[in-house]
């Protein structure tokens, strides 16, 4: 620290300790000291990174493709943990009304030991690294990963290796999980939200593989067999539909090197027609109500077809979403935020929550709003956001355009947090775009978002469209599909 001085400002009685501000050499009085004190002036040595060289400065993801097909990919960093983690292409599109729930069930069983690591053995042995070990299902993708020590990747490569090439199925633990699920079930009906969004795609998506729902129907789990995931493991468990992610204080090198140890047996072919293919889900306007009068609020989505990941419309999506931002009772800012949906919800007092959405698969996706408001602020609610919908068809301006870039910048650093982030973005990217796409590419992308083309591309999926329809709860004043399908348009003289 540099040496006490008195301030020029002040009289010795009244001398302030400084501080400097974040970046820069300036200097900031933080508190009055007593006659007998010196203020002490601290400075800083190194000064804060800007958002540019945030960007440039961010490690390189390294990708090699190993003989049978698996990708294995990794981000190096000078972190004392990783995270490594399998990404699989399965999930709930690939399943028949027969199986589905079967990626979910094969999911709860690969975490319940394997023929090397029966029953809580493997649990054990992942517990005695000071690991932490997770999976999740959804309609396109599974994934598995543990976060431990950098020191433990190799051994946790042959942990996950282990996983999906040796899980046990043992009838025992087939029924005890069984139950678990059953009762998984039971309380996600209590989840209002949830259950909403599998509703908005069973409307949207109907007679279609996006309209099941990831963890099945309570029928199927209870008739599943052993066989069943077996054969859904044999189908879709190969190493071309594989990503192995890494992310923190490891070697690129070694990674592949415990790869090929770990994963060379992993096979890479289908059995005849067994060959997994995703087939285009037609979107349906429609829509699918559920009312109760007893729930004490009214929970409703309603989405366009959006595009796939791959569509660069995306980004533009997201900046209107952005606009529109999003909004719950506990924000604090009251009448004064940004968005203007929130300013009106707040004045009238139209809802509880609202958050728009961009959910994209392979080659379609959702786009819309979710809300929960009180059963006589439907109508309003359901006009105001459509509403804001045709301004940004008609009249988005500038200014709200480069604020929704900002908000979106700030989500996109977001992702350097922590190694799981990492790693997590480094295999869903691989599986969605057969490469990951840097931030800095990503801030181009956005930087050339302007008004008119956020004009245009919400005219190209919003404007005179049908939408699908999703409302659950006490729902008596939401207007019949045919109104809300006229104001997706306004009449302009």
Known sequence: MAAAHSSPCLPPSRCLLSAPVLGCDRFVRLFPLRTSEFPVLLRRTVCAATYAQTLQNIPETHVT????GLRVASEESNHPTCTVGLWIEAGSRYEDPKTNGAAFFVEHMALKGTKKRPGSAFEKEVESLGAHLNGYTSREQTAFYIKALSKDMPKVVELLSDLVQNCALENSEIEKERGV????????DSNLADVTFDYLHATAYQGTSLAHTVEGTTDNIKRLTRGDLASYIDTHFKAPRMVLAAAGGISHRELVDAAKQHFAGLPFTSKGDSVPTLKRCRFTGSEIRARDDGLPLAHIALAVEGPGWADPDNVVLNVANAIIGRYDRTFGGGKNQSSKLATLAVEH?????????NTCYSDTGLFG???????????DMMFCAQGEWMRLCTSTTESEVNRAKNY????????LDGTTRVCENIGSHLLHYGRRIPL???DARISAVDAKMVRDVCSKYIYDKCPAIAAVGPIEQLLDYNRLRSSMYWVRL
């Open 181 to 188: 699920i059953l009762q998984e079930l039971k309380e996600m």
């Open 369 to 379: 709003f979710h809300f929960v408001s009180d059963p006589l602020s439907v109508d």
């Open 440 to 442: 800095e590419e990503w």
């Open 65 to 68: 493709t190993l003989e049978n």
């Open 349 to 357: 007092n139209l809802c509880h929550s609202f958050e728009p959405f």
């Open 408 to 415: 979106l910048r700030n989500a996109m650093v977001a992702q």
